[in-house]
């Protein structure tokens, strides 16, 4: 689906060795984290099993929705202990092997959190998510305009944020098991005299969602 060189990082060191130390911190403002987990409660069932990954140190779940399993993913146990929704979690560079360790139709529902820029070989990964998940379970990419711009694949840098949005939704239209996904996008109001004047506006808030076909 994408060519060698559109895979590219700036930096092609091992990404273990680059998230190799914990990093506490959101990586998006308040608002955006805000309009997540508001999204959480409107699309995720309660008591069913989620899968977060690319997951670090917050899930950004409801506080007051209780699911039968959260497992985590991520590239620091450190960050992984440190949260609190995760019933379980594992590490793995999905760059280097994007098959999961997980059974087949076994969760509800997959999060993948401004994180999804690194993945160099997305069909691989979105094909294991619709493997994993049960008929009918959904899939939540949210992102942002913010990255690690030495770790994110050369065609998200190059690329507008509406055409990351485009590219996410081709990660599902890759996989014959999703069906059409779906998009939202909320992005800044703020006056252009203010932009000008270097006032930033809110985190622009997109999201893709893809859903497992019922059989």
């Known amino acids: 689906m994408l060519r ?9 060191t091992r990404d273990s060795d680059f998230y ?29 099993r989620v899968l977060d990954l690319m997951s670090s140190w917050v899930s950004h779940l409801p506080d007051d929705v209780e699911f039968a399993h959260v497992e985590g993913h991520g590239m620091n146990e450190e960050e992984l202990a ?8 594992f590490i793995q560079d999905l760059n280097a092997n994007p098959k999961l360790p997980l059974e087949d139709e076994d969760f509800d529902a997959v999060l993948i959190t401004v994180s999804v820029q690194y993945l160099q ?13 049960k008929p009918n379970g959904i899939v939540i990419v949210s992102f942002s305009n913010r990255m690690f711009y030495q770790k994110a694949i050369a065609t998200w840098r190059d690329n507008t944020d509406l055409g990351r949005l485009e590219l996410v939704k081709s990660y ?12 939202i996008v909320h992005t800044s109001t703020i006056p252009s005299f203010l932009a000008m004047l270097g006032i930033a506006g ?7 969602i ?4 019922a059989s």
Not at 4 to 12: F, S
Not at 24 to 41: C, I, N, P, S
Not at 124 to 130: K, M, Q, Y
Request: proline share 11%; aromatic share 14%; charged share 30%.
């Open 4 to 12: 060698p060189e559109e895979r590219t990082k700036l930096d092609p």
């Open 20 to 48: 190799a130390f914990p990093r506490f911190v959101t990586h998006v403002d308040g608002g955006f984290l805000d309009r997540l987990t508001e999204l959480y409660r409107e699309r995720l069932t309660p008591n069913t």
């Open 82 to 89: 440190k949260n609190p929704r995760l019933n379980h979690y």
């Open 121 to 133: 070989y997305p069909e691989a990964v979105f094909s294991e998510l619709c493997r994993i998940l």
């Open 172 to 183: 599902f239209r890759s996989v014959p098991g999703f069906g059409e996904p779906e998009a």
């Open 202 to 208: 809110a985190d622009p808030f997109y999201v893709a």
């Open 210 to 213: 893809g859903r497992k076909n």
